[in-house]
């Protein structure tokens, strides 16, 4: 499968995957999400925000509600009008701009920057770290970039080859591989849905603490810390691995 592989991010991040990965999703996630964001980003009043790879600005139309100066960037055009959709109806106001997160358009511009729901390992390491060098630009001095990804760990001890999804008679299935040789996890994506079928391919690098850590730090970064789902400090059966790095 790894041989033959292509990552088509318009096959996997569509209404598809809004549709399954809404039961995940779940309005009360959103909120834990958002309340985990401002108190370890500490957001006051008046900074300003990049949500990076936002999706169908789950996170970055909350952010708005509370006030806050939000923009959201993502490459996928269906995403960002969904999320311009759920601002206007909930008067919320949000910059929503289509873009790769490997070539940013902004310089010294934000306080705070959140990358978030494991939208961080999609190429290969250099444009990995391509990323991590463009949201350093973006932040202002004294600016944090946190970034919200699967804890390696739980990803070894859990890990399921074939996963199905149901949902009102329609099924999504997921074939994954775990390759040693890249740290990646590669996975094909079946959907069968009201009669049709389609097919999808992604792959997600993983990371232990360590070894994100000193990414950062070699991108600039002075100081990165380590959290769990609730905020808790970082530990080898965290449910998630968060990271917040200053400049």
């Not at 370890?40 to 169908?56: N, S």
């Not at 961080?120 to 932040?139: H, I, K, M, P, Q």
């Not at 074939?175 to 040693?180: E, M």
């Amino acid at each position: 499968m790894i041989a033959n592989f292509t990552f088509n991010d318009q096959s996997v991040f569509e209404d598809d995957y809004l549709y399954f990965y809404d039961m995940l999703l779940t309005p009360e996630r959103s909120q834990h999400q958002v309340e985990l964001i401002c108190r370890l980003l500490d957001i006051q009043v008046g900074m300003t925000i990049l949500d990076l790879a936002c999706g169908h600005g789950r996170i970055a139309n909350r952010l708005a509600a509370r006030g806050y100066n939000v923009t959201g960037l993502d490459i996928t055009a269906f995403f960002l009008e969904k999320a311009r959709q759920d601002a206007a109806s909930n008067g919320v106001k949000v910059e929503y701009l289509q873009g790769d997160m490997r070539s940013l358009p902004f310089s010294d511009r934000f306080n705070c920057i959140i990358n978030c729901f494991t939208a961080f390992g999609y190429f290969d390491d250099n444009e990995n770290r391509s990323v991590l060098t463009e949201a350093y630009r973006a932040l202002k001095v004294g600016g944090k970039l946190l970034i919200d990804i699967q804890n390696f760990s739980r990803v070894l001890q859990e890990f399921t080859p074939e996963l199905i999804t149901e949902r009102e008679g329609n099924y999504m299935l997921g074939r994954s591989r775990y390759d040693a040789l890249t740290n990646r996890i590669y996975t094909e994506r079946i959907i069968i849905r009201d009669g049709q079928v389609r097919r999808g391919q992604y792959f997600v690098r993983n990371f232990t603490f360590p070894e994100i850590r000193d990414w950062l730090l070699q991108t600039g970064f002075s100081e990165v810390e380590g959290y769990g789902y609730d905020g808790e400090p970082f530990a080898l059966d965290s449910r998630r691995m968060i990271l917040v790095a200053s400049k």
